[in-house]
């Protein structure tokens, strides 16, 4: 099984509608965190979270919201989808005490397409 | 604020060939460097760290980069390119003092000539 799964993998949708992908994972990390990928752009912060309390904005977070509801579980909601977040998004995980030998650990990804 | 920055979009190379992508960060302290590998529909396999010690690191898949503090540079390298290899390449660059944020270059798209 994955260490960080997502669900779903594939998701299209329309203009004004809500949507939430999730993101489980079983590494016991403390650390989670919400990524965007668009060509040519690499990957982008959306939002983070250290612990179930605590959850911090990433670098484009406007018309994103998250949900940290256990240690294992980070959400990522879009509360009224638009077409220029279609893009492909994920989830990574990160253990702070063993930051020098565990990079971010990454799900498959969901693609989201809004039309 | 650290930064990344992979010049070159899309790289062709011929199978068997030599290859190098470029990286070049921009940090105040000793970053942690990364590269990753992402196959169309999948997510991101990395391929290699660097936090401390010797500059040339080695990686899965027959991948070594080596970290060059005077170029700001960690330029990823393979002897002889598979056809297997054709994917997109993402440096990355963090630090323990920024929370292990990851900061991503833009990607290189490696195509594989025959």
């Known amino acids: 099984d994955a260490d960080v799964t997502q669900t779903p993998r594939n998701r299209i949708t329309k203009t004004g509608k809500r949507i939430m992908l999730e993101c489980s994972q079983t590494?016991?990390?403390?650390?989670m965190y919400w990524y965007r990928q668009d060509p040519g752009l690499g990957l982008q912060l959306i939002y983070y979270?250290?612990?179930?309390?605590?959850?911090n904005k990433g670098e484009i977070s406007d018309g994103y919201s998250v949900s940290r509801q256990a240690q294992a579980k980070f959400s990522l909601s879009l509360e009224s989808a638009i077409p220029n977040q279609t893009a492909l998004y994920f989830c990574?995980?990160?253990?702070?005490?063993?930051?020098?030998?565990?990079?971010?650990?990454f799900g498959d990804g969901t693609r989201l397409s809004i039309l | 604020a650290q930064s990344v920055t992979q010049p070159d979009i899309h790289i062709t190379v011929s199978e068997g060939a030599s290859l190098e992508l470029r990286c070049n960060y921009s940090?105040?302290?000793?970053?942690?460097l990364f590269w990753y590998v992402q196959s169309p529909g999948q997510g991101l396999q990395l391929l290699l760290k660097?936090?401390?010690?010797?500059?040339l690191v080695q990686g899965i898949k027959g991948f070594e980069a080596e970290f060059k503090r005077s170029q700001s540079s960690f330029n990823l390298r393979k002897p002889s390119v598979h056809w297997s290899d054709a994917a997109e390449y993402f440096c990355?660059?963090?630090?323990?003092?920024?929370?292990?944020?990851?900061?991503f270059g833009g990607g290189t798209r490696l195509m594989v000539k025959p």
């Open positions: 979270s250290f612990d179930v309390k605590d959850i």
């Open positions: 990355a660059v963090g630090a323990r003092e920024s929370g292990n944020m990851l900061t």
């Open positions: 990574a995980t990160s253990d702070p005490d063993r930051a020098a030998s565990l990079p971010q650990h």
């Open positions: 660097y936090f401390s010690g010797d500059t």
């Open positions: 940090y105040g302290a000793t970053p942690y």
């Open positions: 590494k016991g990390h403390d650390r």
